[in-house]
């Protein structure tokens, strides 16, 4: 790697000490440095990036810590290598609670993860995509219902507020329902189901699969 002038290094708080050093050898990073005294501190590692953590026993871990991005070449593999670790290891992929990782749609830019003491972790695919899907929203000649579900999905993909997305279709589908096709119905439903399933809401769940198969997508027109 190229020597650096200046270079960052994101240092995150931590409270469950060995519950978030264990959370982050599952996901592939390594110990490099751990003290004790004069206070606890700690540097994990995986491919040249570093997060060092320091022990903060007052902090709230029911609220957003500190945080930090990683910049990747390769998104898709590398949530599936993640998910895949936490499934092993606790039996299931969390999306709610600590720990968790946000779901990523196919072809998403990014994900966030969030170990035991609170640190959200947002890994980004390189390159100008991400920033693209973040602008769609803001795209001239969206219907209203189309706007609704590209605001939701940034809130959603990209501050991870899960309840404010799902006020937003609430409201959207509520709205526009009748002036759009199935297809845009179909979709703005498909991810309403998925929110609320992320929020353990199973009722609205229920409720948005169900009129997601009384829609007629035979004669659907492409958007």
């Not at 092993?88 to 609670?97: A, D």
């Amino acid at each position: 790697m190229k020597d650096r002038e200046w270079m960052s290094i994101p240092v995150l708080k931590y409270v469950a000490i060995d519950a978030t050093l264990a959370f982050w050898e599952t996901l592939g990073f390594k110990i490099t440095y751990r003290q004790d005294r004069p206070y606890k501190y700690a540097v994990m590692e995986r491919n040249g990036c570093n997060l060092h953590l320091y022990h903060n026993k007052s902090m709230d871990i029911s609220t957003p810590g500190n945080g930090c991005l990683i910049i990747v070449n390769d998104i898709q593999n590398i949530y599936q290598e993640l998910s895949g670790s936490l499934k092993r290891k606790l039996g299931r992929v969390p999306s709610s609670g600590l720990p968790r990782i946000s779901r990523m749609k196919p072809m998403g830019t990014r994900f966030t993860v969030t170990d035991p003491s609170g640190n959200p972790v947002i890994l980004i695919q390189r390159g100008d995509k991400d920033k693209a899907d973040y602008e769609i929203a803001d795209q001239k000649g969206l219907t209203g219902l189309g706007k609704s579900i590209a605001l939701a999905v940034r809130l959603r993909d990209f501050k991870e507020d899960y309840p404010a997305a799902a006020k937003t279709l609430d409201n959207a589908l509520k709205k526009h329902l009748s002036e759009v096709e199935e297809g845009q119905k179909a979709e703005a439903l498909i991810i309403r189901a998925e929110l609320a399933r992320t929020l353990n809401d199973y009722i609205k769940e229920t409720q948005c699969y169900k009129l997601l198969a009384d829609l007629d997508l035979s004669t659907n027109k492409k958007r």
